[in-house]
């Protein structure tokens, strides 16, 4: 792992929330990492939040500093001015989920716009809800053969999921948890959607960095200048990236940013001691 510097300034910097932003023990974003978008904010630089979840699902995160905001995975875009991008999922993708669940083959989460609902509740569904600290309630899916829907999350364990991708057509699937995997549009996710911030904002993908833990920000951590995995992250996501942070419980953003020299201050927590 190369040592901490930077020759390009950075402009923009994305943050995954679950596992990045927020932590899995607390659900709450820690003091540093506020402490890390306020000042990233006043030294210039725009913060974006890059996520799966929907919109309905980030009231923990506070968006005083945050410029915009890539959700779902990147098929639902948008800033203080409103909608810069959306794409639901194909109809007949969405038919052939709906009939899965209606076999018992799975169980799965309905994400549209403006809200979301469940076919019905299982163990996997359950652990994963734990761990998010979120629910939905259970709903008729039928109402998805005739709705927008956005994302989807599949609940599925690793090794487990042909049975979707060899029935549709127009589906991506990404884990970052073990419990379920998120299925949008095929060519979607959030590098696309990073990549599409950078054109709108006009900032070069050099000037660009980004923090994720997970599965799914594997991808846009290869359209920014430079990535950072949480320590807490997955090991491939570990492996990928240009730098490896502390655990975001143990002041990872708020060090990353001070050792790329993006804000003042000193180490904190375990970094200190590095």
């Known amino acids: 792992m190369p040592s901490w510097t930077r020759t390009e300034p950075v402009e923009a910097a994305f943050f995954d929330a679950d596992g990045t932003l927020l932590s899995f023990a607390t659900h709450q974003i820690p003091e540093s990492t506020k402490q890390a ?26 968006i005083e500093d945050m410029e915009a905001f890539i959700l779902f995975n990147g098929q639902f875009v948008l800033n203080r001015y409103g909608v810069i991008f959306q794409q639901p999922i194909d109809p ?10 209606h076999q018992g083959l799975y169980n799965c989460a309905f994400m549209e716009a403006t809200k979301c609902y469940v076919s019905g509740r299982d163990e996997l569904l359950e652990r994963a809800f ?97 990535s950072i995995a949480m320590g807490n992250g997955n090991p491939e996501v570990k492996e990928f990236a240009d730098y490896v942070t502390d655990d975001v419980d143990h002041d990872g953003v708020w060090n990353a940013c001070v050792r790329l020299g993006l804000i003042p201050g000193k180490l904190r927590g375990n970094g200190a001691n590095q």
């Open 37 to 62: 978008l306020h000042e990233l904010k006043r030294a210039g630089v725009k913060c974006f939040l890059a996520t799966g979840r929907p919109p309905y699902q980030v009231d923990m995160i506070d």
């Open 130 to 226: 734990e761990a998010a600290n979120i629910d939905m309630p259970t709903e008729d899916i039928d109402q998805a053969l005739d709705h927008d829907i956005i994302q989807l999350n599949i609940f599925l364990g690793p090794g487990k999921t042909d049975i979707v991708t060899k029935n549709t057509k127009h589906l991506k699937l990404t884990r970052w948890s073990p419990n379920f995997v998120d299925a949008f549009p095929l060519g979607g996710g959030k590098a696309r959607a990073v990549a599409r911030m950078l054109r709108h904002y006009e900032i070069p993908p050099e000037h660009a960095i980004c923090f994720g833990d997970g599965g799914n920000d594997l991808e846009m951590f290869g359209v920014v200048g430079t």
């Open 92 to 101: 007949d993708d969405i038919r052939v989920v709906v009939d899965q669940v």
